[in-house]
């Protein structure tokens, strides 16, 4: 079972990328799935969730910027990052998740660095 996350890279700031998380080993329609980011020095911090019933939501700092979406028929997880700043600059790890009777099952890509400099 493993996530796959790809397309960080060096950006400008005001500039976009795309983000992608490819799930094999299983299916994740059932699952929620997220991005999350780590800054150097800071600890993971939340950036965008889609249920497995294609809800969505974000961090107040990227509302707006940055759009989830999923492929349940893919088994793929996107994040497109628009309007990117310095504070953007982070690893990002996608995120498998489902809450059986109580117990959390997560499963966590390795991560794609992503740093917007001028």
């Known amino acids: 079972v493993q996530l796959q996350a790809s397309g960080g890279g060096l950006v400008q700031p005001g500039g976009s990328l795309r983000l992608s998380c490819a799930g094999s080993?299983?299916?994740?329609?059932?699952?929620?799935m997220g991005w999350y980011r780590q800054a150097p020095g800071k600890a993971r911090e939340f950036v965008a969730a889609?249920?497995?019933?294609?809800?969505?939501n974000y961090a107040d700092s990227v509302q707006g910027r940055f759009t989830i979406s999923r492929d349940s028929a893919k088994n793929t997880l996107s994040l497109q990052m628009n309007s990117l700043k310095f504070e953007d600059t982070a690893v990002y790890y996608c995120?498998?998740?489902?809450?059986?009777?109580?117990?959390?099952?997560?499963?966590w890509g390795q991560g794609t660095q992503v740093t917007v400099s001028s």
């Open positions: 995120n498998a998740r489902k809450i059986v009777l109580g117990t959390v099952y997560d499963v």
């Open positions: 080993g299983r299916t994740f329609s059932a699952y929620d």
């Open positions: 889609i249920t497995s019933g294609g809800s969505s």
